[in-house]
């Protein structure tokens, strides 16, 4: 086994559906090892079961005689305060034969899943991933037992959902939104029309298309018009961008990797164009990139 999840199915679900929630959640699963900086390779075993079993493990292990939606059980622990990728040389003990670190079980319910997936109006596949991320932060050492400890653990699996492109805005939700912003485009001297939709980190979505100027260097691309746009307000804080035009892909040009590297060095960034979709970081677009995080902060504009 090489994955990040070893999962057991034990709901009845397609084989078809099976290997699809199978690669969406072991996406998951690395976007919230990769948020939490374990390098190092590390799994769950993950069973997917109905309300009946979930009751019994519940009324077995913690005196709970009804239905959860997910539990959890960690192989090890760190002392109060820290996490697991602060325990590294903890981690490490839990290497097993498959070369892994084992991190604990996860139980999930599916008939808990598709009544909260109902409840809250998004997609099964965003509940099962948020219940799988959760489940894996408690299984790294996270918790919610107060108001500080739930928001510390709320923005890590928010941080981690938008990694994997599965936070409250999907990825088809974004692109949709980049194109209505296209439609707006004023381009009468390329005719190439583009839009943006910039994701905030809190889940706000700013629009943005190119304006065009007779004087060119006037011209404002799309992702900056949403940058702007989203910064005027107050946002600094992005997890995703993206950008739309009808028949080429739209990658962003350099000024807008640029300004774009200024608040979200670690942003994804989406490009769709047609039927066509593609996806990038921005440091992969823009390596080695000259901005705060690279600690500008720290000599310009100092005497």
Same mark, same amino acid.
């Given at each position: 086994m090489t994955g990040y999840l070893d999962m057991t199915w034990d709901a009845p679900i397609s084989k078809e559906t099976e290997a699809r929630f199978q690669a969406l959640l072991e996406k998951t699963a690395l976007a919230c090892l990769t948020a939490e900086g374990i390098e190092i390779p590390a799994y769950a075993q993950v069973? =997917?079961?109905g309300d009946e079993e979930i009751q019994e493990i519940n009324? +077995?292990? %913690?005196g709970i005689d009804r239905a959860t939606d997910v539990l959890s059980f960690p192989s090890t622990d760190c002392r109060p305060g820290r996490t697991l990728g602060q325990c590294p040389k903890k981690l490490m003990r839990e290497r097993d034969e498959t070369g892994r670190c084992f991190l604990g079980d996860i139980i999930i319910s599916l008939p808990h899943a598709r009544a909260q997936a %109902? +409840?809250?109006? !998004?997609? #099964?596949? %965003?509940e099962m991933c948020? $219940?799988?991320? !959760?489940? #894996?932060f !408690? $299984?790294?050492g996270y918790d919610h037992m107060n108001d500080a400890d739930k928001e510390r653990m709320r923005a890590m699996e928010e941080k981690a959902l938008n990694r994997a492109g599965i936070?409250? =805005?999907?990825d088809d939700e $974004? =692109?949709?939104f980049a194109k209505e912003a296209m439609q707006f485009s004023y381009s009468p001297y390329s005719h190439y029309k583009v839009g943006a939709a910039l994701l905030t980190k809190s889940g706000k979505v700013f629009k943005g298309c190119n304006i065009e100027n007779a004087s060119y260097g006037a011209t404002n691309c799309a992702e900056r018009t949403a940058l702007f746009k989203a910064v005027s307000e107050g946002e600094r804080e992005f997890a995703a961008i993206a950008i739309a035009a009808e028949k080429s892909a739209p990658w962003p040009c350099g000024l807008c990797r640029q300004a774009l590297n200024e608040f979200a060095p670690d942003l994804r960034v989406i490009v769709a164009w047609g039927d066509n979709r593609d996806e990038a970081?921005?440091? +992969? $677009? #823009?390596? !080695?990139?000259?901005?705060?995080?690279?600690?500008? #902060?720290?000599y310009l504009g100092k005497e």
């Amino acid at each position: 086994m090489t994955g990040y999840l070893d999962m057991t199915w034990d709901a009845p679900i397609s084989k078809e559906t099976e290997a699809r929630f199978q690669a969406l959640l072991e996406k998951t699963a690395l976007a919230c090892l990769t948020a939490e900086g374990i390098e190092i390779p590390a799994y769950a075993q993950v069973r =997917v079961t109905g309300d009946e079993e979930i009751q019994e493990i519940n009324r +077995e292990y %913690r005196g709970i005689d009804r239905a959860t939606d997910v539990l959890s059980f960690p192989s090890t622990d760190c002392r109060p305060g820290r996490t697991l990728g602060q325990c590294p040389k903890k981690l490490m003990r839990e290497r097993d034969e498959t070369g892994r670190c084992f991190l604990g079980d996860i139980i999930i319910s599916l008939p808990h899943a598709r009544a909260q997936a %109902r +409840e809250y109006g !998004h997609p #099964l596949e %965003r509940e099962m991933c948020y $219940l799988t991320a !959760h489940a #894996l932060f !408690h $299984l790294m050492g996270y918790d919610h037992m107060n108001d500080a400890d739930k928001e510390r653990m709320r923005a890590m699996e928010e941080k981690a959902l938008n990694r994997a492109g599965i936070g409250r =805005v999907t990825d088809d939700e $974004l =692109v949709a939104f980049a194109k209505e912003a296209m439609q707006f485009s004023y381009s009468p001297y390329s005719h190439y029309k583009v839009g943006a939709a910039l994701l905030t980190k809190s889940g706000k979505v700013f629009k943005g298309c190119n304006i065009e100027n007779a004087s060119y260097g006037a011209t404002n691309c799309a992702e900056r018009t949403a940058l702007f746009k989203a910064v005027s307000e107050g946002e600094r804080e992005f997890a995703a961008i993206a950008i739309a035009a009808e028949k080429s892909a739209p990658w962003p040009c350099g000024l807008c990797r640029q300004a774009l590297n200024e608040f979200a060095p670690d942003l994804r960034v989406i490009v769709a164009w047609g039927d066509n979709r593609d996806e990038a970081t921005l440091p +992969e $677009l #823009l390596p !080695h990139g000259f901005g705060p995080a690279s600690g500008t #902060l720290d000599y310009l504009g100092k005497e």
